[in-house]
């Protein structure tokens, strides 16, 4: 892979780390100022809403700046962000500004491995970038609800900087201040990505230039027949495990009786599911095969919904690891297919650019109707197996879409297919 590859692959550990982390601790913020609990998933719903309003200009502005450079600005955001929490800036608020540099750290961070790495590595790439993401995932729920117990808060909160005084009075505060240090990590190795021989592309001359620009790229992400499966599913995808993601909080509160620290372990576990399903994915299933692993969203789906039959710890850890393996075996391959069709299609930054704005319009839409659906007083157990159906039936509808599109347009992906084959390094 080169060393440069394990440099981009340390940037996004402690980037993701610190994410995750965050998550946690801004949480915790609101339960400390009792905000009701259907606010606490608009906390997503903030952070994701740069990656839908500026999509059309981060792609751009990944494919005209040296991609390191683009993340270490992006990384910078997060670190204002995340300072304006400890000046007492409404949580929301300050966890949109880090979601601003998230938006513009992705297309950068996924566009890079196109233009450092042949085509046949992209899979492999792919499933070790996911696998170590999901690994500082595991890592980051686990320190966010490390960092806010009362035995880590008090040590920290004891600890003085010589003749500096500064505000941080609680819990969530003292996470805050170990989670900028981790972001701070995270810029230090961006200054170190190498740049790459492929030639920056110019930004458009007009904002509204670059807005047709992008909505041509929607255009053909979504016209191409592999593409617009590819899109579908991570689209689907991202959208329900942001929303699994305040359901297993508010599932283990319910069922296990379990609060926000112990809760985020739990989250690990899931994501510790994510991290080997993605490594085995990256092994076993090649560019051309990535559709096979659509019914096991379905899947997926399914199990989800077993949840409501679990009120112990010993059956709770099997069944959300089994989730997150699934989650990780199928989303991984799907994730490579759709930069492959992209970076062909419309470039690299641009790309994924365009996947970033499906996958967070359906993370918009489904987080607002998970906190609807609390709002409205619906039983956590009602919205898990409305959740599931939901996952399984969108995702029967994509596998039939493919079958469509095969029967319909057999020499068009016939076509697509045997070129994603032959970057991957497949035969026959």
Same mark, same amino acid.
């Given at each position: 892979?080169?060393?440069?590859?394990?440099?981009?692959?340390?940037?996004?550990?402690?980037?993701?780390?610190?994410?995750n982390?965050?998550?946690?601790?801004?949480?915790?913020?609101?339960?400390?100022?009792?905000?009701?609990?259907?606010?606490?998933?608009?906390? +997503?719903?903030?952070?994701?809403?740069?990656?839908?309003?500026?999509?059309?200009?981060?792609?751009?502005?990944?494919?005209?700046?040296?991609?390191?450079?683009?993340?270490?600005?992006?990384?910078?955001?997060k670190?204002?962000?995340c300072?304006?929490?400890?000046?007492?800036?409404?949580?929301?608020?300050?966890?949109?500004?880090?979601?601003?540099?998230?938006?513009?750290?992705?297309?950068?961070?996924?566009?890079?491995?196109?233009?450092?790495?042949?085509?046949? +590595?992209?899979?492999?790439?792919?499933?070790?970038?996911e696998?170590?993401?999901v690994?500082?995932?595991?890592?980051?729920?686990?320190?966010?609800?490390?960092?806010?117990?009362?035995?880590?808060?008090?040590?920290?909160?004891?600890?003085?900087?010589?003749?500096?005084?500064?505000?941080?009075?609680?819990?969530?505060?003292?996470?805050?201040?170990?989670?900028?240090?981790?972001?701070?990590?995270?810029?230090?190795?961006?200054?170190?990505?190498?740049?790459?021989?492929?030639?920056?592309?110019?930004?458009?001359?007009?904002?509204?230039?670059?807005?047709?620009?992008?909505?041509?790229?929607?255009?053909?992400?979504?016209?191409?027949?592999?593409?617009?499966i590819?899109?579908?599913v991570?689209?689907?995808?991202?959208?329900?495990?942001?929303?699994?993601?305040f359901?297993?909080?508010?599932?283990?509160?319910?069922?296990?009786?379990? &609060?926000?620290?112990?809760?985020?372990?739990?989250?690990?576990?899931?994501?510790?599911?994510?991290a080997?399903?993605?490594?085995?994915?990256?092994?076993?299933?090649?560019?051309?095969?990535?559709?096979?692993?659509?019914?096991?969203?379905?899947?997926?789906?399914?199990?989800?919904?077993?949840?409501?039959?679990?009120?112990?710890?010993?059956?709770?850890?099997?069944?959300?690891?089994?989730?997150?393996?699934?989650?990780?075996?199928?989303?991984?391959?799907?994730?490579?297919?759709?930069?492959?069709?992209?970076?062909?299609?419309?470039?690299?930054?641009?790309?994924?650019?365009?996947?970033?704005?499906?996958?967070?319009?359906?993370?918009?839409?489904?987080?607002?109707?998970?906190?609807?659906?609390?709002?409205?007083?619906?039983?956590?157990?009602?919205?898990?197996?409305?959740?599931?159906?939901?996952?399984?039936?969108?995702?029967?509808?994509?596998?039939?879409?493919?079958?469509? &599109?095969?029967?319909?347009h057999?020499?068009?992906?016939? +076509?697509?297919?045997?070129?994603?084959?032959?970057?991957?390094?497949?035969?026959?």
């Open positions: 892979m080169g060393s440069g590859f394990y440099i981009i692959m340390a940037a996004q550990f402690f980037s993701s780390l610190a994410d982390a965050l998550l946690v601790a801004a949480i915790a913020l609101l339960m400390q100022a009792d905000s009701p609990s259907w606010l606490t998933p608009y906390l +997503k719903f903030f952070f994701v809403i740069s990656y839908v309003a500026l999509a059309p200009y981060v792609g751009a502005v990944a494919d005209r700046l040296p991609k390191g450079n683009v993340m270490f600005i992006a990384n910078t955001i670190i204002a962000g300072a304006l929490m400890l000046f007492e800036v409404n949580p929301l608020a300050a966890y949109a500004l880090v979601g601003l540099g998230a938006a513009a750290y992705s297309p950068a961070k996924y566009g890079i491995l196109t233009e450092y790495l042949p085509h046949s +590595k992209l899979v492999t790439a792919n499933g070790w970038i696998g170590l993401t690994a500082s995932i595991i890592l980051g729920v686990v320190l966010g609800g490390f960092l806010i117990r009362a035995g880590t808060a008090d040590l920290l909160l004891r600890f003085d900087l010589p003749f500096i005084e500064t505000s941080i009075d609680t819990p969530p505060e003292a996470a805050l201040a170990i989670i900028i240090a981790v972001y701070a990590v995270a810029a230090a190795f961006n200054l170190f990505i190498p740049r790459t021989s492929v030639a920056l592309k110019p930004l458009p001359g007009h904002p509204v230039d670059t807005l047709r620009d992008f909505l041509r790229c929607v255009g053909s992400l979504w016209r191409d027949r592999l593409g617009q590819s899109l579908a991570t689209t689907l995808f991202w959208g329900a495990g942001a929303t699994l993601q359901i297993v909080i508010d599932w283990s509160a319910a069922s296990l009786g379990y &609060n926000l620290s112990d809760a985020s372990l739990l989250q690990g576990v899931c994501a510790f599911g994510i080997g399903g993605a490594v085995l994915a990256s092994v076993t299933v090649r560019l051309d095969h990535a559709v096979r692993v659509i019914p096991l969203g379905i899947v997926m789906g399914l199990i989800v919904i077993l949840m409501n039959a679990v009120d112990s710890i010993w059956l709770a850890v099997p069944l959300i690891v089994l989730i997150g393996a699934l989650a990780g075996f199928f989303v991984v391959p799907m994730n490579a297919l759709l930069q492959h069709r992209g970076h062909h299609l419309v470039g690299a930054g641009r790309s994924i650019a365009v996947q970033n704005f499906n996958e967070n319009a359906s993370i918009l839409v489904m987080i607002a109707l998970y906190s609807l659906l609390l709002a409205s007083g619906l039983s956590i157990y009602w919205v898990i197996g409305v959740f599931g159906l939901f996952v399984a039936g969108t995702m029967s509808v994509v596998q039939w879409w493919f079958h469509h &599109n095969r029967r319909h057999a020499e068009q992906v016939d +076509k697509l297919l045997a070129f994603a084959r032959s970057e991957s390094g497949g035969h026959g």
